[in-house]
């Protein structure tokens, strides 16, 4: 069953901690993308990749960073720059002409 | 500069009723216009998609609407249950730019369907 699996579910930090998150997809897409989702407002895209060992900054990129070591993986790791972290975070892939297809999310909470 | 607006920020029907969601924008250059729906706690999924020539398109109970001239979006539900309790959240695809198709997300509409 073709998909993209977010891990973990929930995640916590602490101060001055950085986080990884999981992203890996087995739909064969060449592109991926991680967004951020707070309250009332739209996704913000963060970082995107349209090819393995390439990647591009979105529009809030200060305090992530990325890496496309695989077609499959797209970790994301907040860094302890990222002084509002507090949000729930989507991982999305796509292959041309079709929607973006997301996963489940992981909500990152500060301890 | 980009946007995409969506009314009501939220509406409360009762099952079985129908509703209609707005989504108003100020893309440029525009490519497609996309529905999703995304239930509490899980990712977005999509419900239609529609380019630049199409004014309609239908997926079940879900009918979505393009008038690219006013550039207006409505997203209709039809005999509602409860099961379409969520945020629906209209896109917009500002073409192929900077090396990737570029959307602009609006904030959601969140649909409560009460027994």
């Known amino acids: 069953d073709g998909g993209i699996t977010q891990s973990p579910k929930y995640l916590f930090r602490k101060e001055g901690q950085n986080v990884t998150l999981s992203c890996e997809q087995n739909l064969n897409h060449d592109a991926m993308y991680w967004y951020r989702q707070d309250p009332g407002q739209g996704l913000r895209l963060i970082y995107y990749?349209?090819?393995?060992?390439?990647?591009q900054k979105g529009d809030i990129a200060e305090g992530y960073s990325v890496s496309r070591e695989k077609k499959e993986s797209f970790p994301l790791t907040v860094t302890s720059a990222q002084k509002n972290p507090t949000a729930f975070y989507l991982c999305a892939s796509s292959t041309v002409g079709q929607p973006q297809h997301f996963g489940d999310g992981t909500r990152l909470s500060i301890l | 500069k980009n946007q995409v607006e969506q009314s009501p920020q939220s509406l409360i029907i009762l099952e079985g009723k129908n509703c209609t969601l707005q989504c108003n924008y100020t893309v440029s250059p525009f490519s497609n216009l996309r529905w999703y729906k995304q239930d509490t706690g899980r990712g977005p999924v999509s419900l239609t998609i529609?380019?630049?020539?199409?004014n309609t398109k239908s997926n079940g109970r879900y009918t979505a609407t393009l008038d690219a001239d006013t550039k207006q979006s409505s997203l209709h539900i039809t005999a509602s249950q409860l099961s379409d309790s969520a945020s629906y959240i209209c896109?917009?695809?500002?073409?192929?730019?900077?090396?990737?198709?570029?959307?602009?997300f609006g904030a959601g509409t969140r649909l409560a369907v009460h027994p």
């Open positions: 529609m380019t630049f020539s199409e």
């Open positions: 896109v917009v695809s500002a073409g192929f730019s900077g090396g990737y198709n570029k959307l602009i």
């Open positions: 990749s349209q090819i393995v060992n390439d990647f």
